[in-house]
Nanobody, 121 residues
Framework: VQLQASGGGLVQAGGSLRLSCAASGRNFTTYNMGWYRQAPGKEREFVASTRWRRGKVYYTDYTDSVKGRFTIVRSGADTVSLQMNSLKPEDTAVYYC?????????????WGQGTQVTVSS
């Protein structure tokens, strides 16, 4: 199983970035997929997740600090993206794609390699 994340980078405060994650190696149709992040000196924290059933998204979840700014998109059973708008310096972190059994909240069974997001003030 592999989760391949991409799309991180450096952006000024107020800017936007889009992260993408492609999963392979098993059937992720019923899996909960989403994103965690880890800032320097802090624990890894949940960001957003989404579940997929019968060909469409039927559940999404966000941590409070990103609601209204981030949008998680599940474009298929094994593809998830995170559109991040109005970025703040406190969003700076390594972002990890994650996938887990169909529970709510997301309990990761698989992790991607992480992609760095840096927001300058």
């Amino acid at each position: 199983v592999q989760l391949q994340a991409s799309g991180g980078g450096l952006v000024q405060a107020g800017g936007s970035l889009r992260l993408s994650c492609a999963a392979s190696g098993r059937n992720f149709t019923t899996y909960n997929m989403g994103w965690y992040r880890q800032a320097p000196g802090k624990e890894r924290e949940f960001v957003a997740s989404t579940r997929w059933r019968r060909g469409k998204v039927y559940y999404t979840d966000y941590t409070d600090s990103v609601k209204g700014r981030f949008t998680i998109v599940r474009s298929g059973a094994d593809t998830v993206s995170l559109q991040m708008n109005s970025l703040k310096p406190e969003d700076t972190a390594v972002y990890y794609c994650a996938a887990g059994p169909p529970t709510e909240p997301l309990l990761p069974q698989y992790w991607g390699q992480g992609t760095q997001v840096t927001v300058s003030s």
